[in-house]
Nanobody, 124 residues
Framework: QVQLVESGGGLVQTGGSLRLSCVAS????????MAWFRQAPGKEREFVAA????????YSGDAVKGRFNISRVNAKNTVYLQMNSLRPEDTAIYYC?????????????????WGQGTQVTVSS
């Protein structure tokens, strides 16, 4: 059993910053790939970023490159998403996900466990 709990969402202004956190518990492993996805109303779930154990981001979605950064603190079983230069189009529910593989993917189908999501709203 693996549980993922996101936090840190909220309402921010255009150009602002926000850091999301995801804490994993249960029978998890720091070796597994973890990722962030987001989903806006009426839109498909979109890949944001993924990380391996080393904390390296092997891939970031085109819409967030240069603005968002994923990182991990394995001792705390925590993955972060630092979001900078936020735009209204970043408004979405953000989900933390964990795979059962060490190789990260970019599709929601590559991940087995999901958090409940945290709402991020960027006002203009």
């Amino acid at each position: 059993q693996v549980q993922l709990v996101e936090s840190g969402g909220g309402l921010v202004q255009t150009g602002g910053s926000l850091r999301l956190s995801c804490v994993a518990s249960g029978r998890t492993s720091s070796a597994y790939a973890m990722a962030w996805f987001r989903q806006a109303p009426g839109k498909e779930r979109e890949f944001v970023a993924a990380s391996t154990w080393s904390g390296e981001s092997t891939y970031s979605g085109d819409a967030v490159k240069g603005r968002f950064n994923i990182s991990r603190v394995n001792a705390k079983n925590t993955v972060y998403l630092q979001m900078n230069s936020l735009r209204p189009e970043d408004t979405a529910i953000y989900y933390c996900a964990q795979a059962l593989t060490v190789i990260p993917g970019t599709s929601p189908r590559d991940y087995d466990y999901w958090g409940q999501g945290t709402q991020v709203t960027v006002s203009s």
